[in-house]
């Protein structure tokens, strides 16, 4: 059920796994509405497993059909790294060592076809954006940014907001096939670090994308507003177009005031509700950004290796990113793994919880931090931490279990009595 | 050629009706003993050395006038050689054990008798010597067909050997045009070969006098004659040295081979159609250069596929489908540049290729898979028409595999660990094709291609 171009893109996620069969693995997450598999290239040391403390990291293109050149970047970068590592660049290695690596070429693939067929040069710029039942997906995420809104007026959770998820999910009517089988990839595996890819203008833009009073445009800061700033900025610097201050815009009337050094807060740009990125935040511990990398949304091919060397170097690098601020275990006295546990960094109103082997990663920029692990029935740990830019620092936690410490309450208890006795019976 | 190798004293055979019976028996036994222990060491020497052993069975059968035989040959099917060191190259070959003491002599016109006129044991090589002048001289094939219905029916050879024979006189046949032609300075391209071919010949063929043996047409003869002249090239192999052999030119036959003139040494273009009409497109003074040129350059590429296809880079339906795609492209091409179509009547293009086409098509796909093992599934591949894509997938895929090869030998080497496992990584990816199969991640047609370079490797 794939056009010429589907299988195009088949061929080459397969020609990467060929030639890299020990470091890759394709998978699909789900069909789209169409029937065409949803591809992923996963790309680590291990493929297949999560590795207890090995950080996950996604990078996910064309969710607007007719925006296509990020599609073809994941696939050179798909290329790219399987020939780097083979070719031994030390860098590449240990990144695809270090990291589990997902590349989802295309998340809308029945609207790339639509946009693909398009006869001519000049495609429209509409075109194949939607699925084929016409739902922009990147309005089709639950909406999380409005309940962090009532929360942060009201109380409540700071993150995890959608409760009983696959329920929520499967249940929901108005979710494209697309955004369901994305959902559930984002609930299955425990991503860090993310990026979606899209085309139309060039920037990289931070959450939070809807704004919080509801106006066009407004700056919509999230709790990690500065580390948000630092991933964007790895990604732009490294793109010579993106974060050129003489670029001209896209086009003669685009307002692009709130462009800084390449990047931009998703609000203060223009108000996006029920988009992926703020899902991502809101749902799980995932950090992603949007990428917008060309003024024009579907180029000629002839113009996709101009694209590929804009932003290889940021490609990388942005996948280098998952290895800052603070990682490790949260794990009870006898070393048994906490799953679930929240781990919390003062200042910081957005909490992490741990993946299923204890395990947790928490992007921070440089500075010092008052980390801290809890869990239902244990006493919370808090340490402090001085953290550099990078690598991540490793922070590990052994909880405490309540009924531990109630137990060595009563032992001591029973100690002083004893002291006690003896010393009166003296 | 026949018989490169080996003690021809074996293969002389006495050919006489009239040798009693119990003495033919026992010489074929004694021959039998001689001959296991020269393929033993033969087996051990080189590669495959099949059609001798037809030769010698068959002449054997030819001798032993009296007796029919079920000569259970088995030609093995060669296993992808060329990881010599692993395959098993002998060849399982049963020789003829029973003798059926009553079927009856054979019957022989005089001219076609297997004695020389001075009454001396032809060998093998005379006899086919005989028959390919006998045609020459009547100019007519139908002296073959006579003669070898006559083996068939008293049920003397089998018709593995009646191909062999086939093809070993059709060779012969050849010769004898050629140097019958160039005595007479037949006017034509020079040869433009420049290669040396130890013993091959650079002719062409006459269609008019022999046409392609398909009826009998036989995977395993083939075979075997290829396994012969790679011997040979092996042995004699130069830089320029194609992989062509005699026995290529008579293996397909001719048909679109009226275009070929035997000066030309372009038999082994006769496959492509539009390249040859485009080469006889060129036939003036002044286009000389150009059409050796081409002549060359399409040798080149012809050689360079077999050469993959030998060695196992690819297998032998993308050696043929490449092949096919190449002359497909120089039709649309030809089309473009010269403004005219090349494209005669009975070219059916690609939706229905002339019969003859087809067959030697297949006769040469069929020719290149026996230098392998023969793969299990022995469906055609797709036509390049359906998915246009196939050829030039599966060129992919070998590529990409083959860099992974390459980088898992560098890698065990760098890491000082033994050879990495061939056999392990093969079914490991079969394992992860089924399952991509089962997921809908890759087509079945996809999965079939990437098994099929796997274990042509």
């Known amino acids: 059920a794939s056009g010429k171009r589907g299988r195009e893109l088949r061929k080459a996620l397969v020609s990467v796994w060929l030639q890299c069969p020990t470091i890759t693995r394709i998978y699909t997450i789900g069909e789209s509405f169409e029937?065409?598999?949803?591809?992923?290239?996963?790309?680590?040391?291990?493929?297949?497993?999560?590795?207890p403390g090995e950080p996950e990291f996604k990078y996910i293109a064309n969710m607007h059909g007719n925006e296509a050149v990020g599609r073809e970047l994941l696939i050179y970068l798909a290329q790219y790294l399987c020939n780097q590592y083979q070719q031994g660049n030390e860098t590449i290695i240990d990144l695809i060592h270090n990291t589990r690596i997902h590349?989802?070429?295309?998340m809308n693939p029945d609207g790339f076809e639509k946009a693909a067929s398009q006869p001519g040069e000049i495609k429209d710029w509409f075109v194949g954006r939607s699925n084929a039942q016409g739902v922009d997906l990147n309005r089709n995420f639950p909406d999380l940014d409005r309940i962090i809104y009532i929360n942060e007026r009201e109380g409540g959770a700071n993150n995890h907001l959608l409760q009983n998820m696959k329920k929520a999910v499967d249940e929901n009517t108005k979710l494209a096939p697309e955004t369901k089988s994305v959902i559930h990839w984002i609930m299955d595996i425990p991503f860090v670090l993310s990026a979606n890819l899209h085309g139309g203008d060039v920037v990289a833009n931070y959450p939070y994308d809807e704004t919080r009073t509801g106006s066009t445009h407004e700056y919509?800061?999230?709790?990690?507003?500065v580390m948000f700033k630092s991933l964007a900025r790895a990604y732009s610097m490294y793109n010579p177009v993106m974060s050129d201050p003489q670029r001209p815009p896209c086009r003669k009337n685009d307002d692009d005031s709130s462009f800084?050094?390449?990047?931009?807060?998703?609000?203060?740009?223009?108000?996006?509700?029920?988009?992926?990125?703020?899902?991502?935040?809101?749902?799980?511990?995932?950090?992603?950004?949007?990428?917008?990398?060309?003024?024009?949304?579907?180029?000629?091919?002839d113009t996709l290796k101009n694209y590929w060397d804009q932003n290889r170097n940021s490609l990388v690098n942005y996948i280098e990113q998952v290895h800052r601020g603070v990682k490790g275990f949260v794990r009870d006295l006898q070393g048994n793994p906490i799953s679930n546990a929240t781990v919390s960094v003062e200042g910081i109103d957005h909490d992490m919880t741990t993946a299923k082997d204890g395990d947790y990663w928490r992007l921070l920029a440089p500075g010092n931090y008052k980390v801290a692990a809890s869990a239902p029935g244990y006493l919370t740990v808090i340490k402090k931490v001085a953290v550099p830019y990078s690598p991540a620092t490793r922070v590990d936690f052994e909880l405490e279990s309540l009924m531990e410490r109630k137990e060595e309450e009563r032992e001591e208890l029973m100690d002083w009595w004893k002291m006690m006795s003896e010393t009166l019976n003296f | 050629m026949l018989c490169p190798c080996g003690d021809k004293t074996v293969y002389n055979r006495q050919l006489t009706e009239e040798r009693p019976l119990q003495e033919q028996i026992a010489e074929a036994d004694s021959v039998k003993a001689a001959l296991q222990s020269a393929e033993s060491k033969r087996s051990a020497a080189s590669k495959d050395a099949g059609s001798e052993q037809d030769d010698f069975t068959m002449l054997k059968s030819l001798a032993d006038g009296q007796k029919s035989k079920e000569t259970t040959e088995v030609p093995v099917k060669k296993e992808d050689q060329y990881v010599p060191d692993e395959s098993d190259s002998t060849k399982s070959r049963r020789l003829a054990e029973d003798y059926d003491s009553t079927k009856n002599g054979m019957e022989y016109d005089d001219p076609e008798s297997f004695r020389q006129v001075d009454g001396t044991p032809l060998t093998?090589?005379?006899?086919?010597?005989?028959?390919?002048?006998?045609?020459?001289?009547?100019?007519?094939?139908?002296?073959?067909?006579?003669?070898?219905?006559?083996?068939?029916?008293?049920?003397?050879?089998?018709?593995?050997?009646?191909?062999?024979?086939?093809?070993q006189v059709a060779e012969a046949l050849q010769d004898l045009i050629t140097k019958n032609a160039k005595n007479n300075e037949i006017e034509g391209a020079e040869s433009n070969d420049q290669e040396t071919r130890g013993e091959q010949d650079d002719q062409g063929s006459d269609t008019d006098a022999w046409e392609p043996p398909r009826r009998r047409y036989n995977e395993d003869e083939d075979e075997e004659e290829e396994d012969e002249d790679e011997v040979e090239d092996e042995v004699d192999r130069d830089a320029e040295e194609e992989g062509d052999t005699p026995d290529n030119t008579w293996d397909k036959g001719t048909e679109e081979g009226n275009e070929v003139s035997p000066e030309d040494g372009l038999q082994d273009l006769q496959y492509f159609p539009n390249f040859y009409r485009l080469l006889k497109s060129l036939d003036s003074e002044q286009d000389t250069q150009e059409r050796e040129t081409l002549i060359t350059i399409m040798k080149t590429l012809i050689d360079f596929v077999k050469m993959m296809v030998k060695y196992g880079t690819i297998t032998p339906?993308?050696?043929?489908?490449?092949?096919?795609?190449?002359?497909?492209m120089i039709a649309m091409q030809t089309k473009n540049k010269l403004g005219k179509s090349l494209v005669l009547p009975d070219f059916a293009g690609p939706n229905g290729k002339n019969l003859d086409e087809d067959d030697n098509t297949k006769a040469e796909a069929a020719k290149m898979q026996k230098e392998y093992e023969n793969l299990k599934d022995s469906t055609k591949e797709d036509q390049p028409s359906t998915e246009t894509n196939q050829p030039g997938k599966s060129e992919t895929y070998l590529e990409a595999i083959r860099k992974n090869i390459e980088w898992l030998k560098k890698h065990n080497k760098d890491e000082g660990k033994d050879d990495y496992d061939l056999s392990k990584l093969k079914d490991f990816m079969d394992q992860q094709v089924d399952s991509y199969i089962e997921k809908g991640i890759i087509a079945k047609d996809e999965g079939d291609t990437i098994k099929r370079i796997y274990s042509s490797l």
């Open chain 1, 260 to 301: 800084k050094d390449g990047i931009t807060n998703g609000g203060a740009w223009y108000s996006v509700p029920g988009g992926m990125q703020d899902f991502n935040y809101l749902s799980s511990n995932c950090f992603e950004i949007t990428l917008e990398l060309s003024c024009d949304k579907f180029p000629n091919e």
């Open chain 2, 317 to 328: 339906e993308e050696g043929v489908s490449y092949l096919e795609n190449l002359d497909a």
């Open chain 1, 35 to 51: 029937g065409r598999e949803l591809l992923v290239l996963e790309m680590s040391d291990n493929p297949g497993t999560h590795e």
């Open chain 1, 220 to 225: 919509s800061a999230s709790p990690d507003d």
């Open chain 1, 103 to 106: 590349l989802m070429p295309s």
């Open chain 2, 124 to 167: 093998a090589e005379d006899i086919v010597q005989k028959i390919a002048n006998k045609i020459y001289e009547e100019d007519d094939r139908g002296v073959f067909d006579r003669i070898v219905s006559k083996l068939l029916k008293l049920g003397l050879i089998t018709d593995n050997q009646a191909d062999t024979l086939e093809y």
